[in-house]
């Protein structure tokens, strides 16, 4: 590896080591192992604090800053892991040995190309108009046509329509990336890595080694995050045993908003309205007083630093030296970590999320901004799937209940009478 690739290895590290230290005293909530029944049921909106299901795919540790796919620490997994191995451990729940790693990127490999209907379909919508999640989620439906195997939901079908999709998920996104930017989509190279062939399809450049490893960290951390809206989404629709892709397709519709996966597209706005570092404090004035959420910051199960933006804060300031064009935004980022923190940190618990600094990291790469919250897709693919076959395994439909506040009994009256 190389002295670049090193810096970032020990980026990682060194963040890995001061979330251990600062959260050394937190008391751990009890979310783990077997839960006390029945648990208090509170009516909260947002389904705060409501328990879904029982799994062992991932964990966030909202006090102590924790975030543990199948058992690893996240840490160790974007220090040693690639996307690939993330996840098969995710989808399978073990490490792989060499030989089953092998296989499964094998399998990832073969199925990168997508149908020339994908392709097709998207040259003929008005792509530059159209925000980059919607036509993700256009050209992963178009997937699913012809495929007969929807019609029967097994464990193992779906698990078929899982690979595939971790691995054209990447295709569609850098297709939408060439066309949005006039170009044509390039075909996958079977000699890349999936977070290289990524960037390649993306750009239509090959990556050099040090984005390639950025591009792998990126799509690790975002591969798992407990039940969050878009996991939650895809849950629910494949409990009803509708198919694989259609689930996918609403876990997209869901990552697409602001509140979700969408606010890394919306901080890099948001920094480039302030400009510069002089010009936070107005700015954060003007937004605490119009009560506007900061985007990329708060979260509803952290309430420490999230392990995440430990690792990518440090990873922009590593990039700076050979991107000096996005030290301003890098500064006026700082700033804005910095203030938000400590007006909002220690009353609200609202720190910095993923999507804070991992606009600023694509941003460096080069990536056009719309197309941040596809790349958070082309990684929670994983995520979504694991959590899904998982649930599908034990399947019960989700079918939650609510408090109906409204009247009983109201008199139906003839539209001349009202
Ligand atoms: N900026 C300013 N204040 C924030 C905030 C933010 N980004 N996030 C939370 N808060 C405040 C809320 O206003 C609320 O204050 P109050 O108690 O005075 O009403 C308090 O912190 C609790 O937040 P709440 O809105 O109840 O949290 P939530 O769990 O419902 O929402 C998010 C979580 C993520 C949707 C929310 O923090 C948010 O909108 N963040 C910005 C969008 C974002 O970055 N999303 C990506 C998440 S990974």
Same mark, same amino acid.
């Given at each position: !590896?190389?002295?670049?690739?090193?810096?970032?290895?020990?980026?990682?590290?060194?963040?890995?080591?001061?979330?251990?230290? =600062?959260?050394?005293?937190?008391?751990?909530?009890?979310?783990?192992?077997?839960?006390?029944? +029945?648990?208090?049921?509170?009516?909260?909106?947002?389904?705060?604090?409501?328990?879904?299901?029982?799994?062992?795919?991932?964990?966030?540790?909202?006090?102590?800053?924790?975030?543990?796919?199948?058992?690893?620490?996240?840490?160790?997994?974007?220090?040693?892991?690639?996307?690939?191995?993330?996840?098969?451990?995710?989808?399978?729940?073990?490490? +792989?040995?060499?030989?089953?790693?092998?296989?499964?990127?094998?399998?990832?490999?073969?199925?990168?190309?997508?149908?020339?209907?994908?392709?097709?379909?998207?040259?003929?919508?008005?792509?530059?108009?159209?925000?980059?999640?919607?036509?993700?989620?256009?050209?992963?439906?178009?997937?699913?046509?012809?495929?007969?195997?929807?019609?029967?939901?097994?464990?193992?079908?779906?698990?078929?329509?899982?690979?595939?999709?971790?691995?054209?998920?990447?295709?569609?996104?850098?297709?939408?990336? !060439?066309?949005?930017?006039?170009?044509?989509?390039?075909?996958?190279? +079977?000699?890349?890595?999936?977070?290289?062939?990524?960037?390649?399809?993306?750009?239509?450049?090959? +990556?050099?080694?040090?984005?390639?490893?950025?591009?792998?960290?990126?799509?690790?951390?975002?591969?798992?995050?407990?039940?969050?809206?878009?996991?939650?989404?895809?849950?629910?629709?494949?409990?009803?045993?509708?198919?694989?892709?259609?689930?996918?397709?609403?876990?997209?519709?869901?990552?697409?908003?602001?509140?979700?996966?969408?606010?890394?597209?919306?901080?890099?706005?948001?920094?480039?309205?302030?400009?510069?570092?002089?010009?936070?404090?107005?700015?954060?004035?003007?937004?605490?007083?119009?009560?506007?959420?900061?985007?990329?910051?708060?979260?509803?199960?952290?309430?420490?630093?999230?392990?995440?933006?430990?690792?990518?804060?440090?990873?922009?300031?590593?990039?700076?030296?050979?991107?000096?064009?996005?030290?301003?935004?890098?500064?006026?980022?700082?700033?804005?970590?910095?203030?938000?923190?400590?007006?909002?940190?220690? =009353?609200?618990?609202?720190?910095?999320?993923?999507?804070?600094?991992?606009?600023?990291?694509?941003?460096?790469?080069?990536?056009?901004?719309?197309?941040?919250?596809?790349?958070?897709?082309?990684?929670?693919?994983?995520?979504?799937?694991?959590?899904?076959?998982?649930?599908?395994?034990?399947?019960?439909?989700?079918?939650?209940?609510?408090?109906?506040?409204?009247?009983?009994?109201?008199?139906?009256?003839?539209?001349?009478?009202?």
């Amino acid at each position: !590896m190389g002295k670049e690739t090193d810096a970032i290895i020990k980026v990682i590290h060194d963040a890995g080591v001061k979330a251990a230290q =600062e959260t050394a005293g937190e008391a751990e909530p009890k979310l783990t192992g077997s839960l006390e029944w +029945p648990v208090k049921a509170e009516i909260k909106p947002g389904l705060d604090g409501a328990i879904s299901n029982e799994t062992k795919i991932g964990y966030v540790n909202g006090t102590k800053g924790w975030l543990i796919y199948q058992g690893y620490n996240i840490f160790d997994l974007a220090e040693y892991s690639t996307f690939e191995e993330t996840s098969y451990i995710l989808l399978y729940g073990k490490m +792989p040995n060499k030989k089953e790693l092998e296989t499964f990127n094998k399998k990832l490999i073969a199925n990168r190309k997508v149908p020339k209907a994908v392709i097709d379909v998207l040259k003929t919508i008005p792509i530059k108009d159209t925000h980059p999640m919607i036509s993700l989620y256009i050209g992963v439906a178009v997937l699913a046509t012809g495929d007969k195997t929807t019609e029967t939901t097994t464990v193992e079908n779906e698990t078929e329509i899982s690979i595939k999709l971790i691995a054209q998920m990447a295709t569609i996104a850098g297709a939408i990336g !060439m066309l949005r930017a006039g170009k044509e989509p390039v075909e996958p190279d +079977p000699s890349l890595n999936h977070a290289a062939n990524f960037l390649y399809m993306l750009t239509g450049a090959k +990556p050099d080694e040090i984005n390639e490893k950025i591009m792998d960290l990126a799509l690790i951390l975002h591969a798992d995050h407990g039940m969050n809206a878009s996991t939650f989404t895809t849950m629910v629709t494949n409990s009803s045993l509708s198919d694989m892709y259609s689930s996918v397709v609403a876990g997209i519709c869901s990552l697409k908003g602001p509140l979700h996966g969408g606010a890394n597209e919306k901080v890099l706005y948001d920094l480039e309205e302030i400009k510069t570092a002089d010009n936070v404090e107005p700015w954060f004035k003007k937004v605490r007083e119009t009560k506007r959420k900061v985007m990329g910051f708060g979260h509803r199960v952290y309430k420490a630093y999230d392990p995440r933006a430990r690792i990518l804060g440090p990873l922009v300031n590593n990039m700076l030296e050979k991107h000096p064009e996005i030290k301003p935004l890098y500064e006026t980022a700082k700033k804005l970590d910095a203030m938000v923190c400590s007006e909002l940190g220690k =009353e609200k618990k609202v720190f910095p999320n993923v999507d804070f600094y991992s606009g600023l990291v694509y941003k460096a790469m080069g990536i056009e901004t719309a197309m941040f919250t596809p790349i958070f897709a082309v990684s929670r693919i994983s995520g979504w799937a694991a959590r899904a076959l998982e649930y599908l395994a034990t399947n019960r439909i989700f079918r939650p209940r609510a408090v109906y506040t409204g009247e009983i009994g109201t008199e139906y009256k003839p539209i001349d009478k009202r």
